[in-house]
């Protein structure tokens, strides 16, 4: 079954503990991307990447790092993580630009 | 300062009637215009989507209309039923950038029984 999977589903932690978010698509996607959603503002993009080791800034990309060392993977980091982190955040991926984005089930953060 | 925006914000319709979701753009390279649905506890889902070569797109109840001198593009779902209930987002993407897609804020659409 195609897939974009992500973890933690759910997480509460505290300011400034650097925490992961892993990423796993299992269509072979080139294109992947991490998303924010926020009540009124929609989904805003944080970072993409075009292809392994290229990734590139978003609309929101303060205080997120990336990495795309294999096709398949895509992790977000937030290394100090502060209140205004808290959000719902998505990652997508696609084949390759201009085709359907494949959004996985959504990542629940909260810092206290 | 929103590129896209939608409105409205929040939609009840009885079972059996039309919803109507606007969006607006400002960017003029914008290449490519569809509309996501997402169900509570999970991600979007692609729905529908239009290039500005047309001016309609119709899948099933779901028709997307576009004005491309007027800058809008607009959902239509006909029939509206129950399980039509979610949140409806427009976005717009140029294809030069990166595929990256600029969504509106989301309307969230109630379908009464």
């Known amino acids: 079954e195609a897939q974009v999977t992500q973890n933690p589903r759910y997480l509460i932690t505290v300011t400034g503990k650097k925490l992961t978010v892993t990423c796993s698509q299992n269509m072979n996607h080139e294109y992947m991307s991490w998303y924010r959603q926020d009540p009124g503002l929609g989904l805003r993009q944080i970072y993409y990447s075009m292809n392994v080791e290229v990734t590139d800034k978003g609309d929101v990309p303060e205080g997120y790092k990336v990495s795309r060392k294999e096709k398949r993977n895509f992790p977000l980091i937030l290394e100090s993580p502060s209140p205004n982190q808290t959000s719902l955040y998505f990652c997508?991926?696609?084949?390759?630009?201009?085709?359907?984005?494949?959004f996985g089930e959504g990542s629940w953060l909260t810092v206290v | 300062q929103q590129q896209v925006k939608q409105s409205p914000q929040s939609l009840i319709v009885q079972k059996g009637g039309i919803s109507i979701i606007n969006c607006a753009y400002e960017n003029t390279a914008f290449d490519y215009f569809p509309w996501y649905q997402q169900f509570p506890g999970k991600g979007p889902a692609l729905l529908i989507a239009i290039r500005p070569d047309v001016s309609e797109k119709k899948e099933g109840r779901f028709t997307i209309s576009f004005n491309k001198s007027a800058k809008q593009f607009s959902l239509h779902i006909m029939d509206s039923q129950p399980g039509d209930s979610a949140t409806y987002f427009c976005a717009a993407s140029n294809n030069n950038a990166g595929n990256m897609l600029t969504f509106g804020g989301g309307t969230r659409l109630m379908v009464k029984p």
């Open positions: 997508a991926s696609s084949f390759r630009s201009g085709n359907t984005i494949y």
